[in-house]
Nanobody, 115 residues
Framework: QVRLVESGGGLVQAGGSLRVSCSAS????????MGWYRQVPGQERELVAN???????NYADSVKGRFIISRDNDKNAVYLQMNSLKPEDTAVYYC?????????WGKGTLVTVSS
């Protein structure tokens, strides 16, 4: 069983920066992949970025060059540094991992970017 807890969402003006964090708890080995998805009401949840324990990363085209994902394997924690934020980045951001053939999700943290 994996429990994911996000923190760090909030309100920021366009052009600003915000960092969200996620910690995994449970009886775990190092999680192979951790990442962030986001969802706007009425739309599908979409991948923002993910990172493997090896350090390999993937980013959605819409955030490349603005967002940076990182992780601390010892803590099973993942971070998303969001820079040059745009109003269209407004969403609930969910932490995700895939472990032992199951998907796990956090409860989400709201990021609101005002214009």
């Amino acid at each position: 069983q994996v429990r994911l807890v996000e923190s760090g969402g909030g309100l920021v003006q366009a052009g600003g920066s915000l960092r969200v964090s996620c910690s995994a708890s449970g009886r775990l080995v190092v999680l192979d992949v951790m990442g962030w998805y986001r969802q706007v009401p009425g739309q599908e949840r979409e991948l923002v970025a993910n990172i493997y324990s090896s350090g390999v990363t993937n980013y959605a085209d819409s955030v490349k060059g603005r967002f940076i994902i990182s992780r601390d394997n010892d803590k099973n924690a993942v971070y998303l540094q969001m820079n040059s934020l745009k109003p269209e980045d407004t969403a609930v951001y969910y932490c995700h991992t895939h472990h032992e053939a199951r998907d796990y999700w956090g409860k989400g943290t709201l990021v609101t970017v005002s214009s």
